[in-house]
């Protein structure tokens, strides 16, 4: 198992604030900005051989899950971001919805990774967070992963680009 760099908070941080401003359709709860960040890392990973946060991934029933997303979450709570409980539909939990409260920091980041951050955030504005969780499911990096277990990046080299495990 390769293990990532160290966190690197500040574009953690940056990359929170960046899905928060840039998607403004209220379709950004916890579930949905906890999928763009691993498809943010994972797609930059099989790119650049990098990840951008520096987190790692378990595999969760809900599909992947950054170990220190929630962490991160707390800290920029209050002062960074606005969480709001909001009801999506009856019979559905209400989904927790995530707002900036202050503008991303551009410099944190490298060209790659600024352009990385749009194409994620281009490619599932319009999905909820059930419809990326299910696209992660999809995916080798999941599929390949005991349950509640580490993720290795290097899966990402196993799947394609239609989102299904590539033949090994």
């Given amino acids: 198992m390769v293990k990532t760099s160290k966190i690197n908070e500040k ?4 990359a929170i604030l960046f899905f ?13 900005l906890m999928k763009l960040l691993y498809f943010l890392d994972f797609d930059f990973f099989e790119k650049y ?33 606005k969480i709001t409980k909001r009801k999506v539909a009856v019979g ?4 927790m919805h995530i707002e900036a409260l202050k503008d991303f920091d551009i410099n ?3 060209k790659e990774e600024l352009l990385m951050l749009e194409e994620v955030a281009d490619k599932w504005e319009k999905f909820a967070g059930a419809e990326m969780k299910n696209a992660s499911h999809g995916e080798a990096p999941w599929i390949a992963t ?12 196993y799947r ?3 989102g299904e495990m590539a033949k090994i």
């Fill in 49 to 81: 051989g990098r990840s951008v946060t520096g987190d790692e991934y378990l595999r969760f029933e809900y599909g992947p899950v950054p170990h220190m997303g929630e962490k991160m979450l707390k800290k920029m709570s209050g002062s960074e971001i």
């Fill in 108 to 110: 944190v980041f490298t």
């Fill in 146 to 157: 005991k349950p509640n277990s580490v993720i290795d990046y290097n899966l990402v080299y």
């Fill in 11 to 14: 574009k953690y941080r940056n």
């Fill in 20 to 32: 928060a401003k840039k998607i403004q359709n209220g379709t950004l709860g916890k579930l949905k």
């Fill in 160 to 162: 394609n680009k239609y």
């Fill in 92 to 95: 559905l939990n209400d989904q």
